[in-house]
């Protein structure tokens, strides 16, 4: 595999669209390594493409919020490998209560909003003392972040405020989008087809009767009655 190297600073006369990788093992490897160094690669998720970024490489997780334009207050969503990793970096006094989303929905495109632990690796990956936890089954990124030794942050591969929130991100739009910004773009493999994941924060939720509901804050492919056959209530 020839060296990795990430792109260099250019000026607005040397702009260049990242190269788009088609998702065999060694191309994600090399994806990987850009990641492993500090660079920024739009993946595929179980949704649209993302900006998939170490969340350990503050530069790395700057140079995201400049791709897209994303608003500083707004955090990216941590994710994990392993289902069972959200208790590294959320925490809930009722654990029962999203092991039941998590053994339902993830790998999947369920987000869930935690409060965080201090494994949580920067502050853009958290808000008000809370984390987002995701776990992916696309097999494309699932291969691709098994070449790295922790989470990956992530947002969606398109500038802020350019598309409306229906649009689904393929390779396409984000070269269009954030192709001169980002070190390398990452195609094929079991896109996403469908508009977004599903956000619940369940900070407020527990098991007990007459208790706070899971809020629903982005509706996706997970449905509020998904989400209430797998607790029992919304």
């Keep these: 595999m020839p060296p990795v190297r990430l792109r260099p600073e250019r000026t607005p006369s040397e702009v260049m669209t990242a190269p788009v990788l088609e998702p065999t093992s060694e191309n994600l490897r090399r994806a990987a390594e850009i990641v492993r ?3 920024v690669v739009a993946a595929p998720s ?39 990793d959200w208790r590294r970096y959320g925490t809930h006094d009722d654990p029962d209560l999203v092991d039941a989303l998590v053994d339902a929905f993830w790998p999947g495109p369920l987000n869930i909003v935690l409060e965080r632990t201090e494994r949580v690796p920067h502050e853009r990956i958290q808000r008000d003392g809370t984390v987002s936890v995701g776990c992916l089954s696309n097999p494309t990124w699932c291969e691709l972040v098994a070449g790295l030794d922790g989470p990956v942050a992530m947002t969606s591969a398109n500038r802020s405020g350019a598309v409306p929130d229906d649009t689904l991100v393929d390779v396409e739009l984000a070269r269009e989008h954030v192709g001169d910004g980002v070190d390398a773009i990452v195609a094929g493999g079991a896109q996403g087809t469908t508009r977004a994941s599903t956000i619940v924060d369940v900070t407020g939720a527990t098991t007990e009767e007459g208790a706070s509901s899971v809020e629903i804050l982005r509706r996706g492919d997970v449905t509020r009655d998904d989400i209430a056959a797998a607790l029992g209530r919304v």
């Design 46 to 84: 179980d949704t649209n493409l993302g900006l998939l970024v170490d969340p350990r490489h503050e530069a790395a997780v700057e140079r995201a919020y400049e791709i897209k334009g994303r608003p500083a207050h707004k955090p990216l969503t941590l994710f994990v490998r392993d289902p069972a």
């Design 37 to 39: 160094e500090g660079g």
